[in-house]
């Protein structure tokens, strides 16, 4: 027997699998999904049988060495996924296979994540004349217990264990431990769905056997996850399984808790928050059928259940679904040729469905279902623009008038405030009065974040630290450095200044940093342990507390201003999210959003809570500029960190295209990106935009090609920008 092996090598030029013959002493163990070492060249290397063959002609062929995992650690449907992956985003198929998997499973030396187990003792002989007490002791533990743990017997007298094992009285067994479980839940779930929630269900309940996406566009507060439950409850009373995708950072204690309420002991959990360790025990638990419900973060789409019966994306409009790094695919993309091969439906559901998903269901490719209402028939909150260049006017730059005494009001009733500030550190920049010197990363164009806790100047893009305690000019040597920009540190200290009997909470990446610290925080906060929680977009989503019945919106420009044509889009979601935070229960809640632009459009539509207007309104524009959903968009980026270079070759790219792609295509550029220089690497962009091109896919596969042999720059598709 053969098997066709692809080896983990970076480079796309060996994207192929290589013949192996299978050894005698492993034909049993070696099948489809295994991972294995082989020897390639002089290296011994790692990589996963993708096929098993019952003939070769090769001659003087090489045989598999090992069989680095027990389990299967690819079935069928993985690798199709793999194959789709890496034509939908033309990355490696070695590159699609690995980012499905989790870093035990990676066919990658050195990582080595393994099983956890503990031994026990057991039993196995009744005592006749044992004299020696600590032997008494030892076997005395069994008198209420089946099994003991070694180590407990051990710490009797290691001796003792030793002997009595060696003379038959006790035997070692191996039990495998799960490094992850979930806490019981705290969450009661008594609950009749409302009128809408009831719809909803019904209407979703007509597609539990077809390939549909369904858009479930309901309001903050609107009790979505309640309609997730119910119809996750109907999918496994058929036998099959749901995947659950949520945002990284709604991904809160909170949510699970809900989840593990209603199912408990069936749930596998997956996130960046788990140690390796934690995830291959999930993982497993997953592949080996344990569980029928998985809930994560964006790479769980590729979690190995079977037989799913409902895959849901909540907070379906998040960027967070789609991966910046290679391969540059989007979960939606992958749930929908889930729901393909198991002829399940996909539910996306979202309080701001992006413009691409409005329209397709405006267009009735999905299915769509709106709820209106809060659940708990709590009023959607009272929104307030404040014109920041009023304020700044009588120095009120970090807090409005308006924001500062509502505070006040909430302190004094004993309720809680949100602040959202999306921008971590202390102030954004720090430059020199006097001759205008601005602290600058050396690797990248961006000027470096002061953070005062740690007393360090960081770049936030290259990771770049530097020690900083100096009230001089490096460059002019006068004392006249300038904290400038706004960052959650710094509005942190204001805060406790201003409100001096406050309890102050500050969650942001930098807060969060080790394990268990979110979970903490979200806990300690419900508890009400904290008056305000200041926070960056960890802070706006997914979370409901009660007594949260003011949120400010610190500045509501710095989203609005990312040079990005999603930029609306997102800060209308950002702030609508944001806002929905507050007055979840019956008590009104009230929000305050800060600008300097407080005409913008966009902020006005999230104070009205008009998500039509909104759409019309963005959808206007996309038509005009020529972006999405009008236009398909790629993104063709590339990066050297010899400039001279990189001018010419960014050059030929745009040649290259303007000859192979169709006339009616839209060629953009090159332009410099923003940064332009991130790590001592420079970075050129040419934009796409298309309607129909039958020739450009085929003609960016070739252009990739073309770029594989050059090792001085990397070219960089995103077909899905
Ligand atoms: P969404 O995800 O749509 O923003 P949630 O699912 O978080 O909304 O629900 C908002 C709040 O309403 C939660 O506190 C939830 O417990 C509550 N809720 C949802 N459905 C019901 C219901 N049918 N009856 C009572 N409370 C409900
Ligand atoms: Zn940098």
Redesign the pocket.
């Known amino acids: 027997m053969f098997a066709n092996v692809l080896v983990e090598i970076k480079s796309k030029k060996v994207d192929k699998t290589f013949t192996y013959k299978i050894p005698d002493k492993l034909i049993n163990e070696v099948c489809v999904g295994s991972l294995v070492t082989i020897p390639f060249g002089k290296r011994e290397l790692e990589g996963y049988v993708l096929k098993i063959l019952d003939s070769c002609d090769i001659e003087d062929i090489k045989e598999i060495k090992g069989l680095k995992k027990n389990e299967i650690v690819l079935n069928e449907e993985m690798i199709e996924l793999g194959y789709f992956l890496q034509e939908k985003t033309l990355c490696s198929l070695s590159c699609s296979i690995q980012s499905m998997l989790p870093k035990a499973l990676k066919a990658k030396k050195g990582v080595n994540i393994k099983k956890k187990y503990i031994s026990y003792l057991i039993r196995t002989k009744k005592d006749e004349h044992l004299s020696k007490p600590n032997q008494i002791a030892i076997l005395n533990l069994f008198e209420n217990n089946r099994e003991v743990k070694l180590k407990d017997a051990e710490e009797i007298s290691a001796s003792g264990v030793k002997t009595l094992i060696k003379n038959g009285y006790l035997e070692i067994i191996k039990k495998e431990v799960n490094r992850f479980n979930l806490k019981e839940s705290m ?1 009661s779930n008594e ?4 009128i809408e ?1 009831e719809n909803a269900l019904k209407k979703i309940r007509q597609f539990y056997n077809k390939k549909t996406t369904i858009l479930l566009h ?11 439950i119910e119809a996750i409850k109907d999918v496994l009373k058929n036998n099959k399984t749901a995947l659950v995708l949520v945002p990284e950072i709604s991904l809160t204690p909170q ?1 699970i808790d ?1 989840f593990n309420s209603y199912f408990k002991g069936s749930i596998a959990v997956l996130h960046s928050h788990l140690s390796e360790g934690e995830k291959y025990d999930e993982w497993r638990k997953i592949n080996e059928g344990k569980v029928s419900i998985v809930i994560g973060a964006r790479s769980a789409i590729f979690a190995p259940l079977k037989n799913i019966g409902l895959i849901i994306l ?1 907070e379906a409009h998040s960027l967070s679904y789609k991966q910046e790094n290679n391969p540059k695919y989007h979960a939606l993309d992958i749930a929908k040729k889930r729901s393909e091969i198991w002829n399940c439906p996909v539910i996306l ?1 979202s ?1 701001t469905p992006d413009l691409n998903s409005m329209s397709r269901a405006l267009k009735k490719v999905y299915e769509y279902i709106y ?1 209106g209402k ?3 028939n ?1 009023k959607l909150p009272n929104i307030t623009i404040v014109d920041m260049a009023n304020e700044a006017k009588c120095s009120h730059t970090i807090l409005s008038r308006d924001l500062e005494y509502k505070i006040i009001e909430r302190l004094n009733n004993h309720e809680q405030v949100i602040l959202l500030l999306n921008r971590r550190g202390h102030s954004t920049y720090i430059s020199c009065s006097n001759c205008g010197y601005v602290y600058k990363c050396p690797n990248c164009d961006i000027t470096l974040t002061y953070h005062k806790t740690k007393n360090t100047l960081r770049c936030h893009y290259c990771g770049y630290t530097k020690f900083f305690n100096t009230k001089k000019c490096p460059k002019c040597l006068e004392n006249s450095l300038n904290y400038l920009g706004l960052g959650t540190e710094k509005l942190e200290e204001y805060l406790e200044e201003v409100f001096p009997t406050a309890k102050i909470k500050r969650m942001d990446t930098d807060t969060t940093k080790n394990k268990g610290d979110y979970d903490e925080v979200i806990n300690e906060f419900a508890e009400f342990k904290y008056d305000i929680l200041v926070g960056t977009q960890m802070v706006s989503k ?1 979370l ?1 507390f ?1 007594k949260v019945t003011l949120v400010g919106i610190i500045n509501a420009d710095a989203s609005l201003n990312i040079p990005d044509y999603k930029s609306n889009e997102q800060s209308f979601s950002l702030l609508s999210q944001a806002s ?1 935070r507050a007055g ?2 019956s008590s009104s809640g009230e929000v305050i959003i800060q600008s300097y632009m407080p005409l913008h459009p966009i902020l006005n539509f999230v104070k009205n809570n008009d998500y039509k207007s909104f759409f019309n309104y963005e959808m206007k524009l996309r038509k005009t500029l020529k972006y999405p959903p009008y236009y398909f968009l790629i993104q063709i980026k590339l990066k050297s960190r010899d400039y001279e270079y990189l001018v010419k070759e960014i050059t030929k790219v745009k040649k290259y295209l303007e000859r192979n792609c169709d006339k009616k295509t839209i060629i953009l550029g090159p332009a410099t990106s923003n940064p332009f220089l991130v790590n001592k690497v420079y970075s050129f962009e040419i934009l796409i935009k298309y309607r129909y091109d039958e020739k450009i896919k085929e003609c960016l596969k070739d252009l990739d090609v073309l770029y594989q042999t050059d090792s001085k720059v990397t070219l960089d598709i995103d077909l899905s920008y």
């Open positions: 969450y609950k009749t769905l409302t929630q309901g309001v903050t507060g609107s009790g979505k996850t309640l309609v997730y949510l809900r909540d559901g309080a709820m809060r659940a708990q709590a997914g409901d009660p929905g979840r229960n």
